[in-house]
Structure formats: structure tokens, C-alpha cells
């Protein structure tokens, strides 16, 4: 990863309606999201909002509906103007793009797939595809051998000739992201893209984006009101509310220290087993020490790694007779874990 993110915005407004200048303005001395339509008969979309994405990452913003997450994302290519506020893509000021280098931009750094497919009826599946390079003006040839390549990294090279209504939920979802990989852009942004999908055709796309994520190494914004699909799929998640960022971290974080009671509430009923790690749960070894006087020495304990998690821990601890010893990566110990801390790790307390 680069130091410049590949996507930041920085202090972020959009405010919808007639007065939005008034609106900002009452905004940011501290009006709320309900005062601020009561008065202004204005909508806060997005709220003083910051996030910076670095270059590989998959970074996941997620919401109930109405939360703004979706007005967020489409700033990023300006499918929405900011009412205030700063937009960079790969270090690029992306405001001040006159509309035919932003149409470029577009076109050659960013693949956007949409919740509802957006397949044009008419084209073929392989056109469909082939639309971005179409609109940077490639050759027929150029076009078609792009999209074969995006349509086999999705598993549909056989249907190339078809139209899309011959084609499931699932295979035309594949197709919006074969499209968005056609032009080989660095940014993917995905605005809810599995959501209308069965349960388990959404897992196996999961598994297909993550797969192809890691192979090409592209930079993601992923939107979901889904918070299960946001830990499974995220190297870091945003949690919107009233148009406004209340926390980022990674799912260890966010489940292990939510900041506010609603935080707090959309995480309670999150399996920890598979999030939580020994290092976020260990005690320092000079501590648990002091607790157990007359306890072995931390030396003589079985041995965990503290990328551990709390079901590897769970598996160690139940073929040791005490408690686990800690060790970072360079086999130092760092901590200690024992049953009775595990066991309240599980439940959900931490610290």
C-alpha cells in the first residue's frame, strides 16, 4: 500500500433542497438533521464527513437506510456534487476536473456495480461488459477481448451471445461486476451490490469478489446495510447515522470497543469467535503475575500466537492444563490468557 489513499474525502456535506447554503451553514453550528429540515426544508445526506481509503484496501461503509451511505459513495466519482468539502481519487482533486477529464477519470480509474444491475436490455451480455471500454473509444477488438477476459474471471464465458434476460439475479449481478472489471480500473466502488440476492447466490459472490479482490488487488468502497457481510468482506468498516461517520475500525475494533450505545446495539449479536483476536484479550504477563502469586511460571505455559482467535484460542485452551502464554511475532511473550478471561471474552467483555 501507498502512503497517498487511493480515495479520500475530507470534511464531506451534501445537502439537499432550496437553501442548502443556509442549511450548511445552521449545520455546522449544530443543528440537527430534523431542525435542519423543519427550518430549511433541507435534507442532510451527508454530514461533515472524512474517510480515506488506502490503495488494496476493502473498506466497507455501512448504515441502515436513510443513513447516507450510498449518497457518500457517489461522490466519489461526482455522480453527486458535495454541497462542501474535498474530493481526491489517487491523489487527484477530483472538484476540479472540468467535465471531459472527469468523464475519463471515470471511465479509466473507477468501475462502479450498482444494487439493481443497470444491464442495458437490448446489448448482449458481452456488450454490456464491454460498455467502459466503448466509451474510452478502444476498438471493436480491444472491447470484445476485454470483456471475454472480464467474463471468464466471473465464470460466465459461455454466455457472451446471451441477453440478459436469460440470465438469473446472480448471473446478471456477475455481469455488473464483470463490467466494472472490463477496464481493468484501479477503484471498485459497490453500492450494495448482493443485497437483492438469495442467501446463498450473496455468499458465493462474496467468496467470487474477495477471490478476485485479492488476484487483481483493487481498491474498494463497499456499501451494505449488512453488517454481517461488512465484517466478512472489510479490511475496515464505517458506520453511518443521520448522514454522519459515528465510527471506523476494523470489525475487532468496532465489536470489541463501540463508541456510542447505537454502535453498541448493531454489533451486540455479532459471533465474537471469529473477530476477536488474543492480543485484544491477553493480560500483560507481569500483571496476571501479580493476580496468581503462587501460580507456574508464564514460561512453562502452553504457547498461543497473538493473531490467534478466540476459537483457536477456545481449541488450545481446551488441550492445555492452564493458561496460554501469549507470543508476538517474533516469539516473545506478550501476554496471558486464561479461561476465566476467555470465557468473559466470548460473552463480550473485554478489557
Not at 481509503?53 to 466519482?77: P, W, Y
Not at 472538484?95 to 468501475?111: C, D, H, S
Request: with cysteine; glycine share 10%.
Amino acid at each position: 500500500m501507498t502512503d497517498t489513499p487511493a480515495i479520500e474525502l475530507e470534511g464531506v456535506w451534501k445537502i439537499f433542497g432550496p437553501r442548502e447554503q443556509e442549511a450548511l451553514t445552521a449545520a455546522r453550528a449544530g443543528l440537527s438533521k430534523a431542525e435542519v429540515l423543519q427550518r430549511y426544508n433541507c435534507v442532510v445526506g451527508v454530514a461533515d464527513a472524512t474517510v480515506r481509503v488506502a490503495t488494496g484496501e476493502i473498506f466497507c461503509v455501512m448504515g441502515l437506510s436513510g443513513s447516507g451511505k450510498s449518497t457518500l459513495v457517489r461522490h466519489v466519482n461526482r455522480l453527486l456534487e458535495p454541497t462542501a468539502g474535498a474530493v481526491r481519487v489517487m491523489g487527484e482533486d477530483m472538484l476540479a476536473k472540468p467535465p471531459a477529464a472527469l468523464r475519463a477519470a471515470r471511465a479509466a480509474r473507477i468501475g462502479m456495480v450498482f444494487q439493481h444491475f443497470g444491464l442495458m436490455p437490448h446489448r448482449t451480455v458481452r456488450e454490456n461488459v464491454a460498455l467502459p471500454l466503448e466509451i474510452q473509444g478502444a476498438s471493436l477488438r480491444q472491447r470484445f477481448d476485454s470483456a471475454e477476459g472480464a467474463l471468464a474471471k466471473v465464470g460466465l464465458a459461455d454466455w457472451g451471445d446471451r441477453l440478459p434476460a436469460a440470465l438469473s439475479g446472480g448471473m446478471q449481478q456477475r455481469v455488473g461486476l464483470a463490467r466494472a472489471l472490463a477496464a481493468d480500473p484501479p477503484i471498485l466502488l459497490m453500492d450494495e451490490p448482493f443485497s437483492a440476492l438469495d442467501p446463498l447466490i450473496r455468499r458465493q459472490l462474496q467468496d467470487e469478489f474477495l477471490r478476485l479482490s485479492r488476484e487483481m488487488g483493487k481498491t474498494t468502497m463497499f456499501i451494505t446495510h449488512d453488517l454481517d457481510e461488512a465484517i466478512r468482506i472489510g479490511s475496515r468498516i464505517a458506520i453511518m447515522k443521520d448522514g454522519e461517520i459515528i465510527q471506523t475500525g476494523t470489525a475487532e475494533e468496532i465489536v470489541t470497543s463501540p463508541r456510542t450505545d447505537y454502535v453498541a446495539d448493531f454489533v451486540a449479536h455479532i459471533p465474537r469467535l471469529d473477530i476477536v483476536h488474543a492480543h485484544r484479550i491477553m493480560e500483560a504477563p507481569e500483571a496476571w503475575r501479580a493476580r496468581n502469586p503462587g501460580a507456574p511460571p508464564v514460561e512453562g505455559m502452553a504457547v498461543a500466537e497473538a493473531g490467534m482467535t478466540l476459537s483457536a484460542l477456545v481449541r488450545a485452551s481446551a488441550e492445555a492444563e492452564g493458561p496460554l502464554a501469549i507470543r508476538d511475532g517474533q516469539g516473545a511473550v506478550v501476554g496471558v490468557v486464561d479461561r476465566t478471561r476467555l470465557l468473559r471474552a466470548i460473552q463480550g467483555e473485554f478489557g
